[in-house]
Nanobody
């Protein structure tokens, strides 16, 4: 069974940090761009960040630029989202998703996702 699994969520105070992990079960992430998305209560899901299959290209939502970093460890088949200086408005369920990238030179920017994880809760509160 092909699935993505997120971990690393939790409760953190404003200004704190968390690192989310996204691993794959049943397949390798090698040929996939990986994106992080989030959905807060009463709001639509939004894209947070995306990393290309090579790990070279990335993009970020304006609201997290300078605070979040996405990176991947190919050997561990894992993609991470390092979140620093967290704010209450970052509170949401965070999902990772995979987009097949057949051309390693073309960054598709996570617009057509093939697989989704179940999500991990991040709560930023004092």
């Amino acid at each position: 069974q092909l699935q993505l699994v997120e971990s690393g969520g939790g409760l953190v105070q404003p200004g704190g940090s968390l690192r989310l992990s996204c691993t794959a079960s049943g397949f390798t992430l090698y040929s996939y761009a990986i994106g992080w998305f989030r959905q807060a209560p009463g709001k639509e899901r939004e894209g947070v960040s995306c990393v290309s299959r090579s790990g070279i290209s990335t993009n970020y939502a304006d609201s997290v630029k300078g605070r979040f970093t996405i990176f991947r460890d190919i050997a561990k088949n894992t993609v991470y989202l390092q979140m620093n200086n967290l704010k209450p408005e970052d509170t949401a369920v965070y999902y990772c998703a995979a987009e097949f990238e057949p051309n390693p030179l073309l960054f598709k920017k996570c617009v057509s996702l093939n697989y989704w994880g179940q999500g991990t809760q991040v709560t930023v509160s004092s």
